[in-house]
């Protein structure tokens, strides 16, 4: 991903930080090295323009969701995008969450307090939605799960 290229053009500081949560390579890029390489090559630019477009459009989305739908839906959307991005299809047909996060760190993603992510995995394992086996989750009934998400699609 890329990180700062909002302040980048704004000429403000980042005051973002960010943590990884699997193996990375991270690579800085100088403001210099950036422009010389956008006046030698316009391409680019759009390039920038179009992720920063993206962006855009997923912080809207994130803002919304935070404004308009509960804890559940959002904890239900992260466990969705979980699968997207780090799901693993098991022989017995589940969906094994393979990302350690903790509940603090979950709780921080989905915009609340570190119990109620504890509550509602609790309410998802007990309605079928997800299983648990020692520290690692797997989605056991996506359909449902999409259902609690409340996803505009």
């Not at 459009?57 to 991005?85: D, H, P, T, V, W």
């Amino acid at each position: 991903d890329v990180l700062g290229h909002r302040s980048l053009f704004s000429k403000e500081n980042y005051t973002a930080t960010a943590t990884v949560i699997e193996d990375s390579t991270i690579c800085f890029l100088d403001k210099n090295f950036i422009y010389s390489a956008l006046h030698k090559n316009p391409e680019i630019a759009l390039t920038l323009i179009e992720k920063l477009s993206h962006d855009m459009g997923i912080a809207e989305a994130r803002s919304a969701s935070m404004s308009q739908k509960n804890a559940r839906e959002r904890l239900a959307a992260l466990f969705l995008s979980f699968e997207e991005s780090y799901g693993v299809k098991t022989d017995d047909g589940r969906i094994k969450i393979d990302i350690k996060l903790s509940r603090e760190e979950m709780a921080s993603l989905v915009g609340t307090a570190p119990e109620t992510i504890i509550r509602l995995i609790t309410e998802f394992k007990d309605e079928g939605i997800l299983t648990q086996e020692g520290k690692v989750l797997f989605i056991s009934n996506k359909t449902k799960l999409t259902e609690f998400a409340n996803l505009d699609i």
